[in-house]
């Protein structure tokens, strides 16, 4: 079949990599250039997911474990492996034998694709490891691996793998409509397929509702990262004082990575780390790490829009899951992780090919 896929994000060139491997025609249309929005604004982790095994995403975190060890193995000269810290204080909102149950649960879905395990550090080992942490009141630390990658990099090398799989690949070319008989138009006229994906991310309900076409909701959720001075080669997920939400800071670039937030957005709004979540990022920062960072000291920041299954009232509750959904011709994708984007792209195949 000749199929068009609209998008080229993760998710896109995934799901156009899964179509011309399963046999057909593939052309794929992107808006601005390849991996610039959402899919290049990621916390550059290839990981499973820890924080979702308490919101009882099983399946999502199993998968995402599976595919974290391919992209790992696929792709080593832009991933690694990344030893990450989750150190417990006394006024820890997460008890130790909770987290205990929650990195066995995480070691056991890897199961053969495991890339480590996880063990408990005492105070002082914890303090060689990331000197910076602040000693009071610190217990100690598990320690457990998850993946780390260059995001738009190996993005870049997805649309390699579909250039070499027979995508055509079209960039700046905004499709404006889409019909459930397969008519896809560009401003430079119309085109007709048998298929259209509609894997457009945040995007994606815009043009179906500009198209005339009924659109499920979608969270759009900003997240935004800071680059700070380098702290040490380990990672670290925190726990924000008094809340149940993570933020990450991480080794990236000789810097560090610290993020995210989890803030609504709308299209129209600029995509940007606003004031607010500067402050909130670098005030957990400063409760684990001494010295302080003062907002002259950032180095840059970065903001991504994330599209969300709707159905949540916490931002941070929202499920990662994806889901399809057909319009006549027409096949929708709503959510999705970058982890989880080759699966994704199978799934969807597959799920072409039954129709």
Known sequence: MQIAVVGGGINGLCSAWQLALAGHQVTLFERDQLMQATSAASSKLLHGG???????????VREALQE??????????????????????QDSQRARWQLKIGLWLYDSFAGKKRIGRHRWLTAAQTLRCSPQLKAEGLLGAYLFFDGQMDDQKLGLWMAEQCRKAGVKIVEHSPVIKIQPDGELQLGSGKLKFAKIINVAGPWSSALL?????????????????????????????????????????????QQCLLGTTEVRQQLDEPVQCSPAERDYLLDVYAHYFTPAVAPAQLLGSFAGVRPLLAGSADASRASREYQFHWQGNILTVSGGKWTTARALGQQLAAEVNRR
């Open 50 to 60: 820890l924080r979702y095994l308490e919101q009882g995403e099983f399946r999502l």
């Open 209 to 253: 509702q500009q198209s005339g076409l009924s659109a499920a909701p979608l969270d759009l959720v900003r997240g935004s990262h800071l680059l700070l001075p380098a702290i040490s080669r380990y990672g670290h997920m925190l726990e924000v004082p008094g809340e149940r939400r993570i933020v990450f800071a991480l080794p990236y670039q």
């Open 68 to 89: 974290r060890r391919w992209w790992l193995k696929k792709a080593p000269q832009l991933t690694r492996r990344l030893p990450i810290l989750y150190p417990l204080y």
